[in-house]
C-alpha cells in the first residue's frame, strides 16, 4: 500500500467481506426459528384454525315451524292441496329426527285419494297411496286402512298379486279388520279361479 500523500482524502479502514449465509447457523438479531417437525406453539395456529373453521348451518327452524303451522291451517280448512304442497316444503327444513312433517303429508294423501275413490278413479288413488308408500322413514306413519283401500284398487285394476300383498299388510297391521277384509280375499279367490280357468282354454 502506498504512503498516503498530503491532501489526500482519509483512507476507510478495510472492511470484511460479506459472507455467505452457512445454513442452520443463526444470524445476530434474527428470528428464531423451529426445527422441522416440531408442533406448533399454543395458540400459534389458532388464527389459521379460526379462518378454515367453517361451522356448519343449522336448519331454519323458524321456517321449519312456520311451514307447519300454515299447512295446519290449511288442513283445517280442508283446502288440502294446499297444505299437501306446504307440508312437502317443511318436509325439505324438517331437522334430523323430526317426523311431524312426514306424519302431515301422510295425513294430507289420505284426504287427497277421497275423492278420487269415492269417483271410482281407482288408478289415481292407487298412485297417491303408492307414492306415500314410497316416501323414507314413512313405515312407522302406515296403517291398516292405507293397505285395505290400496287393495281394493288394485282389485279393481286386476292387479291380484298385488291386492293380495295389500290384505296381508292390512291384516298385519291392524288385526281388527279382519273382518272387513273378508269379502276381499273371496272377491281376490274368485278371480285368481277365474285366471287359472281362462288359463286352461
Not at 459472507?19 to 445476530?28: A, E, H, M, N, Y
Not at 367453517?54 to 323458524?62: I, L, V, W
Not at 307447519?68 to 307440508?87: H, M, P, V
Not at 302431515?104 to 287427497?112: A, G, I, N, S, T
Amino acid at each position: 500500500m502506498q504512503p498516503r500523500r498530503p491532501g489526500d482524502p482519509p483512507r476507510r479502514p478495510n472492511q470484511p467481506k460479506s459472507l455467505k449465509p452457512v445454513p442452520g447457523l443463526k444470524r445476530p438479531g434474527a428470528a428464531p426459528q423451529r426445527p422441522a417437525g416440531l408442533a406448533p406453539r399454543p395458540g400459534q395456529s389458532a388464527k389459521r384454525d379460526a379462518i378454515k373453521a367453517t361451522p356448519a348451518t343449522p336448519p331454519d327452524s323458524n321456517a321449519y315451524q312456520t311451514a307447519l303451522f300454515d299447512g295446519e291451517r290449511f288442513f283445517k280448512s280442508k283446502e288440502y292441496d294446499t297444505a299437501f304442497e306446504i307440508y312437502q316444503k317443511a318436509l325439505k327444513l324438517a331437522p334430523p329426527g323430526d317426523s311431524r312433517a312426514l306424519g302431515q303429508l301422510c295425513r294430507c294423501y289420505r284426504k287427497r285419494a277421497r275423492k278420487p275413490f269415492k269417483k271410482e278413479q281407482f288408478k289415481t288413488v292407487a298412485k297417491m297411496l303408492e307414492e306415500m308408500l314410497a316416501l323414507d322413514q314413512v313405515t312407522p306413519h302406515l296403517k291398516g286402512m292405507d293397505y285395505k283401500i290400496l287393495a281394493e284398487c288394485y282389485l279393481e285394476l286386476g292387479k291380484l298379486k298385488k291386492a293380495d300383498a295389500a290384505i296381508d299388510q292390512a291384516l298385519r297391521l291392524k288385526p281388527e279388520l279382519e273382518y272387513d277384509l273378508m269379502g276381499l280375499e273371496k272377491r281376490l279367490k274368485t278371480e285368481l279361479l277365474n285366471q287359472e280357468m281362462n288359463g286352461l282354454h
